[in-house]
């Protein structure tokens, strides 16, 4: 065997690219939602990771999605009238006087996390955040002070701030406090030790509620003076919002604890707080904030853009979005209408999804177990099989309308099934397992294979020719269906998660090495193989090939890589939110499919589009200096910066890694001395246009 061949090069990226790529599950997007607000029945909104901002204008039917401007995760969202509305994320303040349509990026003069928003009218408001910060503006937004707090400038967390009247609000801490103000935030005093608190609300001036970790709920009637703790709520629970539409009704979400996954919950009391009854009639992700429009109807959002609704006051609660968290392993399609999608959610497997209209719509079908799935493979429209943990093999012939299960013989996890035939089939899975089936897979027989290491992916070429990759390296070649397998020379430290040939002798497998993605590349048969330049630094899950040039790579940070030239260059071709991608299926040369994370299924119909730069606005010419660069770089221009120029700094992955927001000078300057050594893009963002320049770092 001949000894592997480095190519080493590094490939800059630049960040202002865009591509075809389009959601498809969970609709209208995937990014986890962290707050939610109605300012009438019909008009709601939605913000959350990746600068996601959401409106309806049909009580939650259907959901747009809003440009917001930023990358930051959204934390909190509050509409003091129909038109004015601001959302806190980051640093960052965003506000909209046009009911969304747009949004300005105001200065908050601080560089602390924001996690909470509240206005009394359109024109005073209270943001809060971490390290004791507590800002208030009487303009709109314009301005913000910062007031005083006992915990001003130490590392408290502040979560929630809720004002009752213009002089008397409420402020929780994510380090053991409540906080009152009487005078408008002018001075603010401890009125309670606590725990772990994420949420606050009152329904009078007297009466009060916090929630928080480990069950926590408390209860004021005295104006906050004392809090008295409900002890009946498990300590399991983690409760992150709490809202009530009247004086006696209320409900509060969050998660249950049960190691190592979440499941949301909801609890409602009609009682004023006394008793909180679990509402266990649906299985749903981890939910951030709840919000009731009148005493029927209301929202919960939380994780992998799961949004639900009731109209019975909680008795019965309906799905509009929901992304299973641990997400679509694989993803596969027999004909260019018919998809499936499989994968599991917290603990609770068995996810199959299906598609018979080229993924516009996808629905859930029963796979009849709770396992997670890893791998699905169809020899035709009807018949498939599908592979996952604890030896689990389901088999369909009848479009997934059925599921059989498969003995395996196994308690070994499987990871990868591939049929190079209707009837002959190998899987591979965890301690070296490999197994075959000669009759389509109603039996499976265990194949000897001295290897103890576990093996991710399984393609064969023909019914004889095969090959198995997994972790330490391995790659497993057999010309004899199986029977013997040899073990071909790899680096000990790849790990290999994906191998494709498109003929005998060429093929890819992608993997990552300490953390950093990797793609290799045979031409004879797996005797040799190659390390191939790919630009980005993140783990590969999955490979895939259309013809004998062009091929796809995805993986972690929601990377998707495309060559044109057999592997001898890659351009990354996401602009997608930073959800991990699993598994990459093309049905013909223009139209593909990626599962992964938070139950993701994206689709393109041109070939996940071109590479292309984004050209700068010709009135936007900026000088960078200078570069490279070690502590700080200037941006420099001939007149003053337009109002609201953001300038962020993102890695060769289009990782955001430095931003910040300057107003009217004529050059910026940041300080870069914390960013590792390498290559960079800074954009520069103003209304009159975009550019992007590179930078380095040394």
């Known amino acids: 065997m001949k000894k592997i061949i480095y190519i080493l090069s590094l ?36 913000v959350g990771e990746y600068g996601t901002i959401l409106k309806t204008i049909d009580g939650g039917t259907s959901w747009s999605t809003l440009s917001s401007g930023t990358s930051f995760r959204l934390n909190s969202v509050y509409f003091p009238d129909a038109n004015t509305g601001y959302a806190v994320g980051g640093n960052t303040v965003l506000k909209t006087i046009n009911g969304g349509t747009n949004w300005t990026t105001l200065s908050s003069g601080t560089t602390n996390g924001l996690l909470s928003i509240f206005f009394i009218d359109v024109n005073t408001g209270y ?10 503006t009487i303009d709109g937004g314009t301005s913000w002070s910062s007031l005083l707090s006992i915990f001003t400038g130490s590392n408290e967390q502040f979560n929630s701030v809720f004002f009752i ?10 380090c053991g406090a409540i906080l009152k103000t009487i005078d408008g935030g002018l001075n603010w005093t401890t009125c ?22 480990a069950g926590t709920i408390l209860k004021t009637t005295d104006a906050g003076l004392t809090w008295t703790l409900n002890t009946s709520i498990p300590s399991d629970y983690y409760l992150e ?76 609660w309906t799905v509009l979005s929901y992304g299973n968290i641990r997400g679509n392993s694989s993803i596969y ?53 599908i592979v996952g943990v604890n030896g689990t093999i389901l088999k369909t012939t009848d479009g997934g309308i059925n599921w059989n299960i498969i003995s395996s013989g196994l308690n070994f996890d499987l990871s990868s099934v591939h049929f190079p035939d209707d009837n002959t089939g190998f899987a591979v899975g965890t301690n070296g397992t490999i197994i075959k089936t000669i009759n389509g897979g109603a039996n499976w027989t265990s194949l000897s294979v001295t290897s103890n290491k576990s093996l991710k992916s399984v393609y064969f070429t023909n019914i004889d020719t095969g090959f198995a990759v997994g972790s330490g390296g391995i790659i497993l070649k057999t010309i004899d269906g199986g029977n013997n397998w040899d073990s071909l020379i790899c680096d000990s430290n790849y790990n290999l998660n994906s191998v494709y040939f498109t003929n005998s002798d060429i093929g890819y497998a992608v993997g990552s090495t300490n953390f950093t993605g990797i793609i290799i590349k045979t031409i004879d048969g ?49 602009n997608i939110p930073n959800t991990g991608l699993c598994s990459i299926y093309f049905t013909d040369a223009n139209t593909g499919y ?25 009135k936007s010419s900026y000088n960078l200096f200078p570069n490279p660069a070690t502590n700080k770089i200037t941006i420099s221009n001939n007149r003053k910066l337009p109002e609201d120029a953001m300038i962020s700094i993102f890695n060769i992955n289009g990782e955001l890694k430095l931003q910040n927001i300057f107003h009217n000078q004529n050059q910026a300057e940041l300080d870069v001395s914390d960013l590792p050594k390498g290559f960079y893009v800074v954009k520069i963002q103003t209304k009159e246009g975009v550019e992007c320049k590179k930078l380095v770092v040394d």
């Open 594 to 618: 990626v599962a992964g994370f938070q139950g993701t299924i994206l689709k393109t119909s041109n070939g996940g589009g071109n590479f292309i730069e984004e050209s700068a606005s010709p």
């Open 11 to 46: 490939t800059l990226v630049s960040f202002c690219s865009f591509s075809q790529w389009t959601w498809q599950n969970p609709l209208p997007q995937g990014n986890s939602l962290m707050s939610t607000q109605f300012i009438d029945a019909f008009t709601g909104y939605a």
């Open 526 to 574: 797996g005797s040799t193989w190659i390390t191939l330049s790919i630009g980005t630094i993140n783990g590969l899950g999955s490979v895939f090939f259309t013809d004998a040039n062009t091929g796809y790579a995805v993986g972690a940070y929601g990377t998707i890589l495309k060559s044109v030239n057999g592997g001898i260059s890659w351009d990354s071709i996401s």
């Open 241 to 316: 919002s709490v809202y009530f539409p009247d004086a006696y009704t209320g409900y509060a979400v969050g998660s249950i604890y049960n190691s190592p996954f979440l499941k949301g919950i909801i609890l409602k009391t009609v009682d004023g707080g006394n008793n909180w009854i679990p509402i266990t009639n649906i299985t749903i992700n981890s939910l951030n904030s709840v919000y009731f429009t009148d005493a029927n109807t209301g929202f919960a959002v939380g994780e992998g853009g799961t949004m639900i609704k009731t109209i019975n006051g909680g008795t019965n």
């Open 192 to 213: 309670f030790p606590a725990g772990l608190l994420h949420s606050i609300i009152f329904t009078d001036i007297n009466t009060g509620y916090a929630v928080g970790d």
């Open 165 to 174: 009247n213009a002089n008397i609000g409420y402020i929780v801490d994510g």
């Open 333 to 385: 399609f027999p004909d260019s209408n018919t998809g499936y999608a499989v994968g599991g959610h917290c603990g609770s497997g068995g996810i199959i999804l299906k598609t018979m209209n080229g993924g516009t719509n996808w629905n859930l079908i029963s796979s009849g177990i709770f396992n997670d799935l890893t791998s699905v493979y169809f020899t035709s429209t009807n018949t498939g099989i």
């Open 127 to 136: 943001t809060v955040g971490c390290n004791g910060t507590i800002l208030k």
